[in-house]
Nanobody, 127 residues
Framework: QVQLVESGGGLVQAGGSLRLSCAAS????????TGWFRQAPGKEREFVAA????????YYADSVKGRFTISRDNAKNTVYLQMNSLKPEDTAVYYC????????????????????WGQGTQVTVSS
């Protein structure tokens, strides 16, 4: 089991940037692909971005492509989500999660395949 702690959320104006971090416990973090998901009030939790075990492959939801960048530092057991050009519709609680699935967009975009989840960090974008 991997324990995950998100940080870096906050209140930002539209057009601004935030960098979220997901710190993982355990020495096997590099064995897991990691995803970011978000959930706005009254909505389903949705896929945002994912990165494979090595960091060599990344996937993005169409709504964030070109604005968000996911990366990882396995030496620090941390995955990042750099969010630029933020919009009010990006407002949500952001969660990171891990899966033992190695790669493949059709798998890594499916939240049901993620096993361990963090507690979430709130991102609020004002207009």
């Amino acid at each position: 089991q991997v324990q995950l702690v998100e940080s870096g959320g906050g209140l930002v104006q539209a057009g601004g940037s935030l960098r979220l971090s997901c710190a993982a416990s355990g020495r096997t973090f590099s064995s897991y692909s990691t995803g970011w998901f978000r959930q706005a009030p009254g909505k389903e939790r949705e896929f945002v971005a994912a990165i494979n075990r090595s960091g060599g492959t990344t996937y993005y939801a169409d709504s964030v492509k070109g604005r968000f960048t996911i990366s990882r530092d396995n030496a620090k057991n941390t995955v990042y989500l750099q969010m630029n050009s933020l919009k009010p519709e990006d407002t949500a609680v952001y969660y990171c999660a891990t899966t033992p699935i190695a790669d493949g967009s059709s798998w890594l975009m499916r939240k049901a395949l993620y096993r361990d989840w963090g507690q979430g960090t709130q991102v609020t974008v004002s207009s």
